[in-house]
């Protein structure tokens, strides 16, 4: 099978386009609005970029009837957006504050989460999640879609502040993925958790290059 998604339709009943790209990290991102409204909602389109200084980007499509995402708003305005771990033990609530709501909702209260305060930025983060990130606010690059919601602004950010919970923090100083269980996404409706590693070294790396994969600080 195989197609050009530009001129013909798809010969499968569903696109296989985004079951491709998978396992996706997914950006579950709180920011504020300048009313001081919270907004919480996952984004499957979300990565680091480099690590010296980190910095992460999201993607957000818009919605169907051409309005933009209020966390670009809100991380434009206010200058701020915090990623938030989504885990396995969170998924009802990382899909809960996936709704369409209006911005004059609480995700925070409609997905039944506690909000624990920033360091820098303003608005919360998820309490219940094992790890975030305080990113300030760099820029947008608007994509052109085929429709309204084919639309897509592409945010990046720089992370100023990390915060990770204890209890997930291995005897060696590292995250404990398999008991954290990070939720993915998938294609379709499909969802996965990360509960099994291996470590695998590139041969014959330098010390420098071992330190910048390892993470080694």
């Not at 009837?65 to 206010?78: F, L, Y």
């Not at 690059?141 to 992370?159: A, I, K, Q």
């Not at 590292?174 to 291996?198: H, N, Q, S, V």
Request: some cysteine; overall charge negative; charged content about 25%.
């Amino acid at each position: 099978m195989e197609y050009s998604p530009q001129s013909e339709k798809c010969p499968l009943p569903y696109s296989p386009f985004k079951a491709c790209t998978v396992p996706r990290p997914i950006g579950w991102l709180s920011t504020v609005s300048l009313d001081g409204i919270s907004n919480l909602a996952p984004y499957s389109q979300w990565q680091n970029l480099t690590f010296d200084p980190p910095m992460v980007m999201f993607a957000a499509n818009q919605l169907s009837d051409g309005r933009r995402k209020d966390t670009v708003i809100n991380a434009e305005e206010t200058g701020w957006f915090v990623w938030n771990m989504a885990t396995y033990d969170l998924r009802d609530a990382v899909n809960i504050s996936a709704m369409e709501l209006l911005s004059s909702e609480d995700e925070f209260d409609r997905a039944g989460v506690t909000k624990a305060p920033c360091h820098f930025a303003p608005g919360s983060r998820v309490a219940e999640s094992p790890a975030h990130f305080e990113c300030k606010y760099l820029s947008t690059h608007r994509l052109r879609g085929n429709s309204n919601h084919g639309w897509v602004e592409v945010v990046y950010g720089e992370v100023m502040r990390i915060h990770v919970d204890d209890k997930v923090i291995s005897s060696e100083g590292k995250l404990d993925i398999p008991k954290i269980r990070p939720l993915a996404r998938l294609g379709y409706y499909d969802y996965a958790y990360i509960d099994k590693t291996f470590e695998m070294h590139i041969p014959g790396a330098s010390n420098k290059a071992v330190e910048g994969l390892e993470g080694k600080s």
